[in-house]
């Protein structure tokens, strides 16, 4: 099956604080369970932006020239739509090279997701700029490239996401609902809190997406995550 490339993410992985998978590192790309090198902070004009917290200083090892200079950045990356919103790098030269200017000792993780042809053509159409009041965001800005996913990347496992109107999204996990997804689809939850490939993934999409099960009215979508191994170097 052909994958498409939705975005980069410069991921630190932490260890998760609740459910099933307490205290164990889930390689999600989404920030309620790990925290995102590039994130609202990292944009001037933004409102986390402008009120950086005291606690997301001490995550990152931040000082206001630090800050300055990751906001000058970033403005121009966007103006060159090399970033999209929110926090999605369109390639990987992008983020090896904030990755390298910024935070080349922190230990962190590059992680691509990437949508199956199907997934694809949902996420283009509901999240239509011309069909909503909200911005695009950059996971569409990055399909409507049609790019497939490098073949040099390794494949971790898949995840289950639903993506808000911001860009940001939440994982499967943040429901806790691998032990249902277990026995309802047979799944299998490998060392990297992923899913196994599995047959079953469109019907695990429309329970995900059937409102009575409880879950956010965003769509949900199956991706594949993947990682970059080669060593980043820009």
């Known amino acids: 099956m052909r994958y498409y490339i939705g975005a980069y993410y410069l991921i630190k992985l932490c260890d998760s604080n609740f459910g099933t998978y307490e205290g164990k590192k889930l390689h999600t790309c989404t920030t309620c369970i790990n925290d995102s090198f590039f ?59 904030y990755k390298n200017t910024f935070f080349a000792k922190a230990e962190s993780e590059i992680l691509s997701i990437n949508f199956p042809e199907s997934e694809r053509t949902e996420l283009l159409n509901l999240f239509n700029p011309e069909k909503t009041s909200f911005g695009e965001i950059g996971l569409s800005e990055n399909l409507k490239k049609g790019i497939t996913e490098k073949n040099d990347e390794l494949t971790l496992g898949y995840d289950l996401i639903g993506i808000e109107n911001s860009g940001e999204f939440h994982s499967f996990h943040c429901h806790d609902l691998a032990s249902d997804l277990i026995e309802k689809f047979g799944i299998e939850i490998n060392e990297f809190g992923l899913i196994n490939e599995n047959d079953n993934w469109t019907e695990m999409v429309e329970y995900m997406n059937d409102e009575k099960n409880g879950f956010e009215s965003s769509p949900w979508f199956y991706v594949k995550v993947n990682k970059v191994t080669k060593k980043a170097s820009g």
């Open 39 to 97: 994130d609202a902070w990292s944009i001037s004009w933004a409102e986390n932006g402008k009120n950086i917290s005291a606690e997301t200083k001490t995550d990152f090892n931040l000082n206001e020239k630090m800050i300055k200079k990751i906001q000058n950045w970033t403005d121009k990356k966007m103006e060159e739509n090399k970033i999209g919103w929110i926090c999605t790098f369109a390639d990987l030269e992008t983020l090896v090279e």
